[in-house]
């Protein structure tokens, strides 16, 4: 089950690929790796939280086709999924969303994966991967967090998050379908949202380069778990690729761990700013204070970090520097 090399090219394996929210942070790097790879790619979203931008330089490219459906819409969803041997699903409504319209993240989350499952198992797909996250884990009481810690979400997003997680295995138990879970952990790097409901590197980054106070919601206390976004999009295609991970669920995670005062004492050393203020706020509702991840059962197949956070922070912070320049 061991793949000795880090070329995880899915060329081999695979036609065509169809990634939802493949305009989105995660999508868009996706979408680029696997056109990369020589594979068709069709990219669906709905353009809610995903951006025309993260596609524009793809758009000429042979083998790409970009979709505008929404994954809660069932009609005419069946279509997209003609001829397609891969799903990498990455469409969902953000945690950042699910307080101001609980109901919506529902639609998304849940009844969206439920409605992209069904139409990959009525397309006949060889490989479906889902993106969960770690919030289904709920506050941890077991460190470092493995696969096998008790799903007892504390925010309406790692509740329709765990709904989605459960449809995914479901659907390998009930009909034989090949599907991983990757649970997410932080994901960062250039393209994140960098809006107030967007990722918390970026928005650190923005407001520091604009000169505005830096806004941590509880104590900055809190540990994360940051992971590079070319990192994540490499465990997505080991996961493709690997024999044997159908019905598992995976951290994706680095093990790196930064507490959120760290992260923007880094952030405004990167810049020169060490003068920008921290403003102190409340802690959100359902925040989790402290991630420590295992990745063990990750790095058994093999798999190899190859951003550290130093590396990472740098190249988020310089796409920043050119979007903010451009504004």
Not at 149 to 168: E, I, M, T
């Amino acid at each position: 089950r061991c793949l000795m090399s880090q070329d995880y090219s899915l060329a081999k394996h695979f036609r065509r690929a169809l990634v939802t929210g493949g305009a989105g942070f995660i999508g868009s790097h996706l979408v680029e790796e696997l056109l990369r790879d020589g594979i068709e790619v069709v990219s669906l979203d709905d353009y809610s939280a995903g951006k025309a931008e993260n596609l524009a330089q793809f758009r000429d490219r042979p083998g790409f086709f970009e979709v505008n459906h929404d994954v809660s819409n069932r009609d005419g969803l069946e279509r997209y999924f003609e001829g397609v041997d891969v799903v990498f699903h990455e469409a969902c409504s953000k945690n950042t969303v699910c307080l101001r319209d609980p109901g919506r993240d529902l639609a998304v989350n849940a009844t969206g994966t439920l409605n992209v499952l069904t139409a990959a198992h009525k397309a006949g797909v060889k490989k479906f991967v889902h993106a969960s996250t770690g919030s289904v884990y709920g506050e941890p009481i077991d460190f470092p967090t493995s696969e096998l810690h008790r799903l007892h979400p504390v925010s309406y997003y790692g509740v329709s998050k765990l709904a989605a997680d459960r449809y995914a295995h479901l659907f390998h138990h009930l009909y034989g379908m090949d599907v991983t879970v990757l649970r997410y952990f932080h994901v960062f790097g250039p393209r994140q949202d960098n809006s107030d409901v967007g990722g918390v590197v970026s928005i650190f980054g923005r407001r520091v380069l604009e000169g505005q106070p830096i806004k941590i919601y509880g104590d900055g206390t809190q540990i994360r778990s940051f992971t590079f976004v070319k990192d994540v999009v490499r465990i997505n295609k080991l996961a493709a690729v690997t024999p044997g991970t159908g019905g598992e669920s995976y951290n994706c995670a680095s093990g790196i761990k930064v507490t959120i005062s760290e992260l923007a004492d880094a952030i405004r050393r990167y810049f020169g700013k060490p003068d920008i203020p921290i403003e102190f706020n409340d802690w959100k509702v359902g925040d989790i204070k402290r991630f420590e991840v295992s990745n063990a059962k990750l790095l058994k197949l093999g798999f190899k970090f190859q951003t550290d956070f130093a590396t990472g922070l740098g190249l988020t912070m310089e796409s920043l520097r050119e979007f903010v320049g451009r504004k």
